[in-house]
């Protein structure tokens, strides 16, 4: 009977204790995980500011110029603004254009010589494909352009050639769908270029000097389309941490 009872208190006081033994080989441990170095990040900036170094465009047709066969080079004249929403960049945009041109008209012998001025400003968005140093992108801008021809202008369609003094004013309000290509030389520097369609919708007022007199010709309203193949060579400028 004593050992019954010496047993009873044994094994009273040893089983708590082996209940809180627990084998060293059966716990789990979660891998060490060494994180990897960081690359340049690309499209994490706030704001972009760039400056439009080139572009090769059509510009909205001057008198009655033969279908879109004129296109024009022009060099550091203009400037945009970008707000970036994460995958979503906003931009406002504008270009002065100033240049002697000269043109050919949609008849025989009929040419001019003269100045030619654009003004366009542009809001609109564009969308980056990837986010790595080499980033496709889309977009579509709205706007208004301001266009002003003022020089010579020969019409041998009559039985005596003229040659008169002519003013060509047009007003447009515009959509221009574009593609682009960005290259990030470093993430605070890109260079990009693009190309659009304009889709215009124009308000032309033409006034014809001659001799003593001066012709003004109704105002003529209609749609019109024209290409941009180097719409814009920008380079731009990137800041303002977007995380």
Same mark, same amino acid.
């Given at each position: 009977?004593?050992?019954?009872?010496?047993?009873?208190?044994?094994?009273?006081? &040893?089983?708590?204790?082996?209940?809180?033994? $627990?084998?060293?080989?059966?716990?789990?441990? @979660?891998?060490? *995980?060494?994180?990897?170095? !960081?690359?340049?990040?690309?499209?994490?900036?706030?704001?972009?500011?760039?400056?439009?170094?080139?572009?090769?465009? !059509?510009?909205? @047709?001057?008198?009655d110029q033969?279908?879109?066969? *004129?296109?024009?080079?022009?060099?550091?004249?203009?400037?945009?603004?970008?707000?970036?929403?994460? !995958?979503?960049?906003?931009?406002?945009?504008?270009?002065?254009?100033?240049?002697?041109?000269?043109?050919?008209?949609?008849?025989?012998?009929?040419?001019?010589?003269?100045?030619? @001025?654009?003004?366009?400003?542009?809001?609109?968005?564009?969308?980056?494909? $990837?986010?790595?140093?080499?980033?496709?992108?889309?977009?579509?801008?709205?706007?208004? $352009?301001? !266009?002003?021809?003022?020089?010579?202008?020969?019409?041998? &369609?009559?039985?005596?050639? $003229?040659?008169?003094?002519?003013?060509?004013?047009?007003?447009? +309000?515009?959509a221009s769908?574009? +593609?682009?290509?960005?290259?990030?030389?470093?993430?605070?520097?890109?260079?990009?270029?693009?190309?659009?369609?304009?889709?215009?919708?124009?308000?032309?007022?033409?006034?014809?000097? *001659?001799?003593?007199?001066?012709?003004?010709?109704?105002?003529?309203?209609?749609?019109?389309?024209?290409?941009?193949?180097?719409?814009?060579?920008?380079?731009?400028?990137?800041?303002?941490?977007?995380?």
């Open positions: 009977m004593r050992k019954v009872l010496l047993a009873l208190v044994f094994f009273s006081i &040893s089983f708590p204790l082996c209940a809180q033994i $627990t084998r060293i080989d059966t716990l789990a441990y @979660k891998p060490i *995980h060494i994180p990897q170095k !960081q690359g340049p990040r690309f499209s994490e900036f706030l704001y972009s500011v760039g400056l439009r170094a080139f572009a090769y465009e !059509q510009f909205p @047709k001057i008198l033969t279908t879109r066969e *004129h296109f024009y080079s022009s060099a550091f004249n203009g400037l945009f603004f970008k707000f970036n929403d994460n !995958q979503i960049s906003y931009r406002i945009a504008g270009s002065y254009f100033d240049k002697d041109v000269s043109l050919n008209g949609n008849c025989i012998n009929c040419s001019g010589n003269g100045n030619l @001025k654009n003004t366009t400003i542009k809001i609109g968005f564009e969308k980056n494909i $990837t986010y790595t140093r080499l980033q496709p992108y889309f977009g579509l801008d709205l706007g208004y $352009t301001y !266009q002003k021809y003022k020089g010579s202008y020969m019409n041998g &369609s009559d039985i005596n050639v $003229t040659n008169d003094a002519v003013i060509d004013r047009k007003d447009a +309000i515009l769908p574009f +593609i682009g290509l960005k290259f990030n030389i470093i993430p605070t520097v890109t260079i990009a270029a693009e190309s659009n369609l304009t889709v215009a919708y124009s308000f032309q007022k033409i006034e014809i000097a *001659h001799d003593e007199t001066t012709e003004k010709r109704p105002t003529e309203k209609g749609w019109e389309y024209y290409f941009g193949p180097v719409g814009i060579l920008s380079v731009q400028f990137n800041f303002g941490n977007l995380y």
